[in-house]
């Protein structure tokens, strides 16, 4: 795997979701609505963070789930035939919430498309947005987020490696070429 460059460090990963949770608080009017939704395996981490900001700014606690999207993928069939099921787990009542999904790339658009579906199965929200730390283009379904905290151009050839401290023991994201 080589790097090709660094995108963000440490530092910039943090003022990236700060500004994100201020978004967030300024889109909705505030946050007794917002629950906020990582998809695994990084977007938990994520979510965990934008939340932790969401207090530090507002006082207020916003709940985080955790969305396990593996079953819902439309490539199924064809990636494994014993898939890695780590679960979801959602304690708190979706119906009526502004749902706030997150993930640390957005590529296709396919991850995205199979959590709504997962989510769905919680209930009904009122609403669901998505925030994502990489938006690197070359969507194949029509998904736009609410919330990106940097725009990457990227080649297909090219991967967006995000690591975090909590999953990886460092705060950073690169573009590598496989
Ligand atoms: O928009 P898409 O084309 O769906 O790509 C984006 C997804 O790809 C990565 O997950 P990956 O499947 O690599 O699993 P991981 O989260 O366990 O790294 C990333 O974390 C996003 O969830
Ligand atoms: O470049 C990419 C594409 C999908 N998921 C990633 O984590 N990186």
Redesign the pocket.
């Known amino acids: 795997m080589l790097v090709k460059s660094q995108i963000m460090d440490k530092d910039q990963m943090e003022r990236s979701l700060q500004r994100m949770a201020h978004e967030i608080i300024e889109q909705n009017r505030g946050l007794e609505k917002i629950r906020l939704v990582g998809i695994r395996s990084r977007g938990v981490p994520l979510a965990e963070r934008l939340s932790s900001y969401l207090k530090l700014i507002s006082n207020q606690e916003v709940p985080v789930g955790i969305l396990d999207i593996t079953l819902y993928r439309d490539d199924l069939s064809t990636i494994s035939h014993q898939p890695v099921i780590k679960g979801s787990a959602i304690d708190f009542d979706i119906e009526d919430a502004v749902v706030v999904l997150v993930d640390?790339?957005l590529?296709t658009g396919r991850t995205v498309r199979a959590a709504i579906d997962a989510l769905m199965d919680f209930g009904r929200p009122k609403q669901i947005q998505l925030a994502v730390l990489i938006d690197?283009g070359h969507r194949e379904l029509p998904i736009k987020a609410d919330y990106v905290g940097k725009n990457v151009p990227?080649s297909k050839e090219?991967?967006?490696?995000?690591s975090l401290e909590e999953t990886d023991g460092e705060d950073s994201v690169k573009i590598v070429l496989v």
């Open positions: 640390d790339v590529y690197r990227t090219e991967i967006i490696k995000v």
